[in-house]
């Protein structure tokens, strides 16, 4: 089975500053992970996702995760946030091999509130 | 291209009465998740079909949740009878079959309030 942390429940910062949103994992096979956000009264998007190589993506609206195996971490970062990226965000996994277009597992999400 | 549609967006119900949720996919999608996401807590995954059939249904908490998929296209959540618990926000999301992108496309949500 897997398990997703997201270590910060809530995340304030002001217009402009960098963010980093922390996710941890743990499972006993390979996954595929996730990041994705929420909009208030939209549904869920994908901000970007790690397949496979580097271990650096980018994602949409300036985003960028850094995969790190050794610590089972996906941490999200920002280095200059806008008051449009309030918002609830959600790292999540997915079991490589067997059922490949299977569930995804969530982290309970962080809600980054930017200030002016 | 129109998105994963949910209907409807909220719903309020008394427990022991029936609600029945759905879900209108991509066109094109094979695949089809239910999640859940109860105050406070994660995302949870209920079930997924590939096409009209059931692949995985190992989150549906209980026989009180039945969910269809008709002919392959839209689906439905029956909750019967309701109960407290059940309360929270239903999300359904869609993915194709044969683009190795994984990614899950979701719907608004609908939220459930069982009093």
């Known amino acids: 089975a897997q398990s997703v942390t997201q270590l910060d429940s809530q995340v304030p910062v002001f217009e402009e500053a960098p963010v980093e949103l922390r996710c941890n994992y743990s499972?006993?096979?390979?996954?595929?992970l996730f990041w994705y956000v929420q909009y208030p009264n939209q549904g869920l998007q994908l901000l970007l996702k790690?397949?496979?190589?580097?271990?650096l993506v980018k994602g949409i609206n300036g985003f960028e995760a850094e995969f790190n195996k050794s610590q089972t971490s996906f941490h999200l970062r920002k280095p200059s946030v806008h008051i449009s990226d309030t918002a609830e965000y959600f790292c999540?996994?997915?079991?490589?091999?067997?059922?490949?277009?299977?569930?995804?597992?969530f982290g309970q999400g962080t809600i980054l509130t930017v200030h002016p | 291209e129109a998105g994963v549609t949910q209907f409807p967006s909220h719903s309020v119900i008394e427990k022991g009465q029936t609600v029945t949720l759905r879900c209108d996919p991509i066109?094109?999608?094979?695949?089809l998740y239910w999640y859940r996401r109860v105050m406070g807590k994660e995302i949870k995954f209920l079930l997924h079909?590939?096409?009209?059939?059931?692949?995985?249904e190992s989150g549906m908490p209980n026989n009180r949740f039945l969910a269809e998929r008709t002919g392959g296209t839209y689906s439905t959540l029956k909750v019967q009878p309701a109960e407290l618990e059940d309360s929270g926000v239903y999300f359904c999301?869609?993915?194709?079959?044969?683009?190795?992108?994984?990614?899950?496309?979701f719907g608004p949500g609908t939220r459930l309030t069982v009093t």
């Open positions: 790690y397949l496979s190589g580097s271990t």
């Open positions: 999301a869609s993915s194709q079959s044969h683009r190795f992108t994984y990614e899950q496309y």
């Open positions: 066109s094109g999608h094979d695949n």
């Open positions: 999540a996994v997915i079991r490589r091999g067997g059922t490949s277009y299977g569930k995804l597992t």
């Open positions: 079909f590939v096409k009209e059939s059931k692949q995985d």
């Open positions: 499972s006993s096979v390979s996954v595929y």
